[in-house]
């Protein structure tokens, strides 16, 4: 339990510097797709954890990234709503029997459909608050659609091949 | 009260969700640019010691671009010393040090982390207060305006530059004063407004800075005339122009400052003061 929880916060720290001195710097298509990988920490919270701490996490989470890119408020908002959401999704999702013990939300203690469902429910409502606070008007709206759609992809994308590159079947332990 | 505390117990995570998206909302929009920039002060020491280290690797990967850069300031300014030129003047080239007075510095620095893609871009540069940079000094690249510093930590300081939605700066086209605005989208491609339509101008024509703010000297470079767009009803032109700093590729800037700017400012205001008092 406290090797979990150890293992979360530091997953979470890493993935917010791999966001912001990594990915931030890589601008495809000049900046139409912009994926938010950091998210990921928060994905992989334990089912079993409680629904306040779930939005106490994204509360902390969400302010971390605006003290390092920008805007007040702005990833704080989006993450509340996403970890919100998180567990409502899990419960939609959930087998008839609800979640095992050792089961997390990873492609290898699930499969690959429920966990794209899962992801990318809320990496795409995610996405959409961020990029609709930041920008907050809809005269681009086509624009800014294929902006959340490809930067949603991508942020897929790069966590599903994390998940592969990272934990073997074997040592998902967390 | 019982029934309340029920309530309170059954709706808890629903009532703490408002409450910190209510937070985060207001951390958002409560804020003004002022404040915003505060917060962005506090995290200038921390976060900007971060970037700066990141900066340190990621300079090696760009060593032949810099290289090609400075050799390009080199010869420009190597081409401005006074041995290059012929003196056809000798009375105004003689007197000069008792005659012209410095009203500009300009001091060096490095941009060690900048946005582009969003609406409100900042660029964060490696000096501060300990090297005498303040609120609201210009900052230019190569000739060309870069932005307007913002807030200001010991070391580091932040700058809003022309791509921020909130920039805004007069400027000057053939002889007309206009202000340059930017609305989000490309970050190469920015607005003047205020152009009167009597004005004539043509694609091409170059835009610089009035020295009306005390932000630039008058004359440095802004950007060139790409479109114009007359079909509105307004007497006004409206130009589309193409900045001159590529904003994607700004390492070293300078960072104006004037050295008169407190001597203007207080006679101004006194001029507004005393017309204050006739009004009431």
């Not at chain 2, 001597?263 to 009431?280: M, P, V």
Request: charged share 15%; with cysteine; net charge neutral.
């Amino acid at each position: 339990m406290a090797q979990s929880i150890i293992k979360s916060i530091l997953r979470i720290l890493f993935l917010i510097l791999l966001q912001s001195l990594v990915v931030n710097k890589v601008q495809l298509l000049d900046g139409l797709i912009l994926p938010w990988i950091y998210i990921f920490g928060l994905l992989m919270l334990p089912f079993e954890t409680p629904r306040w701490l779930v939005l106490m996490v994204g509360f902390t989470v969400g302010f971390i990234m605006d003290y390092f890119t920008g805007p007040m408020g702005l990833h704080t908002t989006a993450c509340v709503i996403l970890a919100y959401l998180q567990p409502i999704i899990q419960n939609l999702l959930a087998p008839r029997e609800g979640y095992e013990i050792t089961q997390r939300p990873t492609i290898q203690k699930m499969n690959l459909t429920w966990y794209l469902t899962y992801a990318g429910l809320l990496t795409v409502a995610h996405h959409s608050v961020l990029f609709f606070l930041e920008v907050l008007r809809f005269n681009d709206f086509f624009y800014q659609v294929l902006h959340i759609v490809l930067s949603s992809l991508a942020t897929l994308l790069l966590m599903a091949i994390g998940q592969y590159l990272i934990f073997t079947s074997k040592s998902s332990e967390s | 009260m019982r029934n309340i505390l029920a309530l309170i117990q059954r709706f808890y995570v629903t009532l703490l969700f408002f409450g910190l998206l209510g937070l985060g909302l207001a951390m958002l929009f409560g804020s003004n640019n002022y404040q915003r920039s505060a917060f962005v002060r506090h995290s200038t020491d921390l976060v900007g010691e971060i970037y700066s280290r990141r900066d340190h690797l990621s300079q090696y990967l760009r060593l032949g671009e810099i290289n090609d850069q400075l050799a390009l300031e080199n010869a420009r300014l190597r081409s401005r010393l006074p041995s290059n030129f012929l003196i056809t003047d000798t009375s105004t080239y003689d007197v000069a040090d008792s005659l012209h007075r410095q009203r500009y510095i300009f001091r060096t620095g490095r941009v060690i982390n900048a946005t582009v893609t969003r609406d409100m871009n900042y660029l964060t540069l490696d000096r501060g207060e300990m090297q005498g940079v303040k609120k609201d000094m210009g900052v230019i690249a190569g000739g060309a305006i870069v932005g307007i510093v913002t807030s200001t930590s010991n070391n580091f300081s932040v700058v809003m530059p022309v791509i921020h939605s909130s920039f805004q700066t007069p400027v000057r086209l053939n002889g007309f004063y206009g202000q340059l605005t930017w609305r989000g989208g490309d970050p190469e491609l920015a607005r003047v407004d205020d152009i009167p339509k009597h004005a004539r101008i043509q694609v091409g024509d170059t835009i610089t800075t009035t020295g009306y703010s005390f932000a630039f000297p008058a004359g440095e470079l802004v950007g060139f005339v790409t479109d114009i767009d007359d079909e509105s009803k307004e007497s006004f032109h409206v130009v589309t122009i193409r900045l001159a700093t590529d904003f994607r590729k700004l390492n070293y800037v300078e960072i104006v400052s004037d050295l008169f700017r407190e001597e203007i400012e207080s006679i101004q205001k006194a001029q507004e003061q005393a017309d204050g008092a006739i009004d009431h």
